[in-house]
């Protein structure tokens, strides 16, 4: 039984959680598909994850996350903590500041990273290397979901500890 079933509940009944066969990020495929945007699109669920990530999180300065699947937690749960918060581009913009993240923190801040679904860690990895880059620290990773195939052990390599609301095994074994 999942450790949070409020969170199982609110994560399944909206259908972000679907079983058939699909293709991941990573190219593999599964029979079981996490797409927690279709959670965030609705505010109160939206606020339901952002509390249970903002308690979460730890004590850090800011908080950032990926585009576009972050990005509303990242947002909603730094209202509800009341930090600053930066957002993550998949790749750098061809004009402007062609930075990869949009928003201002010193160097050294404290960061904690949200991320919806982490399954390998591989954008998770690149989304520290990019803060790391900027001269911040990332102190640990949230993650509304993580499907166990990898992350938590790349992430640790990585000297950043990943937390999640839920596993896939937990949504798995749902009643």
Known sequence: MSR???LAELLTSC????????????GATSDIYVDVKKAWTDPARLVAIATRLAARVGPVDALAG?????????????????????????AAKEHGTRRRYEGELPPGSHVGLIEDVTTTG???AASIAILREAGLVV??????VD????AAARLE????????LAT??????RP
């Not at 499907?147 to 990898?150: A, L």
Request: proline residues 4%.
């Open 4 to 6: 949070d079933a409020e």
């Open 66 to 90: 990926m585009e576009l699947g972050a990005v509303p937690l990242v947002v909603a749960t730094a209202i509800a903590r009341g930090l600053p918060y930066v957002v993550i581009r998949k």
């Open 168 to 173: 896939l095994g937990e949504l798995r074994s």
């Open 122 to 124: 591989g954008s998770v």
């Open 147 to 150: 499907r166990e195939e990898g």
């Open 157 to 164: 390599a990585l000297g950043v500890p990943l937390e999640a």
């Open 139 to 144: 102190d640990r990773v949230v993650a509304v």
């Open 15 to 26: 259908g972000a959680v679907r079983f058939g066969t699909f293709t991941l990020a990573s």
